[in-house]
C-alpha cells in the first residue's frame, strides 16, 4: 500500500514539474489619473520557468489580458420614427468589463479552440457580459456586438493577435495603451501560456488605477454627497449659461 502511494505522489509530481511557471511584472502597478491625463501605456512583461527555475525550453504561446472593473451597462437601440430618432429596444449587461484588451504572440484562433477562448475569455467575441433578463439568441448576439462595437471605438475593448514578443523561449512582453476615458479601481493583468491549445499555465499582476489632485476630491464628493454634487452642477451650469449671456450681451 505504502508503495503504490509513493508511485502515485512520484507520477503527480513528475506530471506538475512538466508545466512552466509564469512571472508576471508590470511597468505601473499604479497609474495616476490627474487633470489633463492622456492615457498612458503599461508594458507587461515577464519570464516563462521550469519548476527549477531555468527557463522552460520550449515554446509556449503566451496571452496577455488585462481587465478593468467590471460594470452594469445598459445599451438602448435607436430607430427613426416620423424623421425623429428615438429610443426602441433595449439591454442591460450585468458584468461588461469597463476595459478589456488582450494581445498575444500569435492569432488567438491558431492558439486556442473556441471552447478554451470561452472558458478563459481569451478574445473579445468571448467576453461574458452577462445580459439581465430573456432575449433570443439572435437579440443577444446582436446587442452584445454592439456593446462590444462601442467600446472598441472608444478604445476600451482592444485585440492584438501580435502583440505578445517572446524572447529567447523565456521572456515575454507586451505593450497595452489605456486611453485618457479610463475608469478608476483595480486592473487584473492575467498571462496564459498555452501549448498545443491547452492553458498550461496562468499568473496575475494588478494595476490600481487612482484619481488624484482636484479630480479625486470632485470624485470622493459626487460619491459622498450626490445630491449635493447634482445640485452644484445645475448651480454651475446655470451660472455659465448667465455669464455667457453677459459677455454676448456686452458685445
Not at 31 to 36: I, K, M
Not at 60 to 86: C, F, N
Not at 186 to 197: I, L, P, Q
Request: proline fraction near 4%; aromatic fraction near 8%; hydrophobic fraction near 45%.
Amino acid at each position: 500500500m505504502l508503495r503504490r502511494l509513493f508511485a502515485l505522489v512520484c507520477l503527480i509530481l513528475l506530471g506538475a514539474a512538466r508545466d512552466p511557471i509564469l512571472v508576471p511584472e508590470v511597468s505601473q502597478h499604479e497609474v495616476q489619473v490627474r487633470q489633463g491625463f492622456t492615457g498612458t501605456e503599461l508594458l507587461l512583461y515577464g519570464a516563462i520557468l521550469d519548476p527549477q527555475g531555468t527557463r522552460a525550453g520550449r515554446d509556449y504561446d503566451i496571452v496577455v489580458v488585462l481587465k478593468g472593473p467590471t460594470q452594469s451597462i445598459t445599451l438602448r437601440e435607436k430607430q427613426k420614427h416620423a424623421g425623429i430618432w428615438v429610443n426602441a429596444a433595449s439591454a442591460r449587461f450585468r458584468s461588461a468589463p469597463s476595459f478589456y484588451a488582450v494581445a498575444s504572440s500569435r492569432p488567438l484562433d491558431r492558439i486556442v479552440d473556441p471552447r478554451t477562448a470561452a472558458i478563459y475569455e481569451l478574445g473579445l467575441p468571448f467576453l461574458q457580459l452577462s445580459p439581465i433578463g430573456s432575449f433570443q439568441t439572435e437579440e443577444q448576439i446582436r446587442f452584445a456586438a454592439g456593446l462590444v462595437q462601442l467600446m472598441t471605438n472608444q478604445k476600451l475593448y482592444q485585440e492584438d493577435p501580435t502583440g505578445v514578443t517572446v524572447n529567447e523561449q523565456v521572456l515575454y512582453q507586451a505593450r497595452i495603451k489605456l486611453p485618457s476615458n479610463v475608469q478608476t479601481g483595480t486592473y487584473t493583468a492575467e498571462t496564459f501560456a498555452v501549448s498545443r491549445g491547452s492553458v498550461v499555465a496562468s499568473a496575475i499582476a494588478r494595476v490600481e488605477v487612482k484619481k488624484r489632485g482636484f479630480e479625486r476630491i470632485i470624485a470622493e464628493f459626487a460619491q459622498r454627497s450626490s445630491f449635493l454634487y447634482g445640485l452644484l452642477a445645475v448651480a454651475v451650469s446655470v451660472a455659465m449659461g448667465w455669464i455667457a449671456g453677459r459677455l454676448l450681451t456686452r458685445s
